[in-house]
């Protein structure tokens, strides 16, 4: 009797094993494919670093007396007033004949490059976007457009 008892377990143990056995590896597996990430969020929506440059509108009219004016030709800089530096920026024509001169040195000042003025001075550097803006203006030929 002690012997079928014995048996008896030994077979239920092993049958439960055999439902223990799936159930064990059905976890395992779905703990290793369902595991935890980690979402960044630049990656998903992506701002400054890869935001394209709208240089449509890089236009003297539109884009570059606007960003002067605010930027360079203001009161005690380089408008007609002031024109520190003998650099006047009013008006297209002063533009246009400064940059066409002194087009390295413009361009040195505006990207703070090594060696040159930083411009604005006691500002912060302009926007790349920007930057490029002016270069394409003066690629196509300091239109007054």
């Given at each position: 009797?002690?012997?079928?008892?014995?048996?008896?377990?030994?077979?239920?143990?092993?049958?439960?094993?055999?439902?223990?056995?799936?159930?064990?590896?059905?976890?395992?597996?779905?703990?290793t494919t369902q595991s935890c990430y980690y979402d960044v969020e630049s990656?998903?929506?992506?701002?400054?670093?890869?935001t394209t440059c709208d240089s449509s509108n890089a236009k003297?009219?539109?884009?570059?007396?606007?960003?002067?004016?605010?930027?360079?030709?203001?009161s005690g800089c380089h408008n007609a007033t002031s024109a520190s530096a003998g650099v006047n920026l009013d008006g297209y024509t002063n533009i246009k004949n400064y940059i066409s001169r002194s087009s390295?040195?413009?361009?040195?000042?505006?990207?703070?490059t090594s060696?040159?003025?930083?411009?604005?001075?006691?500002?912060?550097?302009?926007?790349?976007?920007?930057i490029t803006?002016?270069?394409l203006w003066v690629n196509a030929g300091l239109l007054n457009n």
């Open positions: 009797m002690i012997l079928l008892t014995v048996k008896n377990y030994i077979l239920t143990f092993m049958k439960k094993q055999y439902y223990i056995i799936p159930i064990v590896l059905a976890f395992l597996i779905a703990s990656e998903l929506y992506p701002t400054s670093g890869t003297f009219a539109t884009f570059v007396s606007p960003l002067i004016v605010s930027k360079c030709a203001t390295t040195v413009f361009f040195g000042t505006i990207k703070h060696g040159y003025l930083i411009m604005p001075q006691g500002g912060s550097k302009l926007a790349d976007c920007d803006k002016l270069q």
